[in-house]
């Protein structure tokens, strides 16, 4: 998956996003050896011109904290988990060409970008960070880096596990409770499918995103066969890498 947006105000200045396959490989330090993941994030970054001293990577807790960054968080995470943004799953910032990643499996990456290019931010969305307010907090971190309005806001929800794959129990059904049925799908008799990508864009409107900013991926990372996935692999399960990057002397 691959994202280019120009600034409506600078054409020196744009978004890139992307997120990586299973044929990019391993992705992260958790599932693998430090330098064969080195290796595979530096190849995938180099698709865009991209250069992995520049990236920062959440350290992931299936959480709801957001983190604002400047440069001297830049390279956090980049070679090794142990100094990634600890306790972290959602990074804003405005500077522009740091790079900010999450790894997933099945969860939710969500890209989130202002129409001038000023703002950016992604966060790691699993069902307990959807639940528990991930997206609000994303949405409310990027509002106050900058105070504008929130119809300028764009986002982007990325390949993840679909409706089609993702069964749930009647507890992990009740965090949920409140959302329209239509994202609840009773299938294959008493199994329940849940939509965690209509849930994250419902939340998002919550929050005031109009619903025409608002892109859901369609594809499926657990039967799709080209992302990485958990729910299909099981424990030898690795992981993709998903950026956004605001680049300064932007080339459209």
Not at 58 to 70: I, K, N, Q, S, V
Not at 151 to 156: D, I, L, P, S, T
Not at 166 to 184: H, M, N, Q
Not at 226 to 242: E, L, M, Q, V, W
Request: aromatic share 6%; with cysteine; net charge positive.
């Amino acid at each position: 998956m691959y994202l280019k947006v120009q600034s409506k105000k600078s054409i020196d200045l744009g978004v890139v996003l992307a997120q990586s396959t299973l044929s990019d490989g391993n992705m992260s330090f958790a599932r693998g050896a430090a330098n064969e993941v080195i290796a595979n994030r530096r190849r995938f970054l180099s698709k865009f011109g991209l250069e992995l001293d520049d990236l920062t990577a959440a350290g992931l807790a299936h959480g709801t904290e957001c983190r604002l960054l400047d440069n001297r968080r830049r390279s956090a995470g980049a070679f090794t988990l142990q100094n990634a943004i600890p306790n972290t799953d959602g990074l804003i910032t405005a500077e522009s060409d740091l790079i900010l990643a999450v790894t997933t499996a099945d969860c939710l990456p969500i890209f989130l970008y202002d129409d001038d290019c000023s703002i950016i931010g992604i966060a790691h969305a699993g069902w307990q960070g959807l639940a528990n307010g991930i997206v609000k907090n994303l949405i409310k971190s990027a509002a106050a880096l900058k105070k504008q309005p929130l119809k300028r806001f764009y986002v982007k929800i990325g390949v993840s596990v679909g409706k089609c794959c993702y069964i749930v129990d009647a507890e992990r059904l009740k965090r949920f409770a409140g959302l329209p049925l239509c994202e609840i799908h009773h299938r294959d008799g008493a199994k329940v499918h849940l939509d965690l990508k209509r849930i994250a864009a419902i939340q998002l409107e919550r929050q005031g995103i109009p619903a025409e900013n608002i892109e859901i991926e369609s594809k499926c990372s657990a039967c799709g066969g080209n992302y990485p996935s958990f729910r299909r692999d099981g424990d030898s399960f690795i992981t993709d890498i998903a950026f956004i990057v605001k680049r300064s002397k932007y080339q459209s």
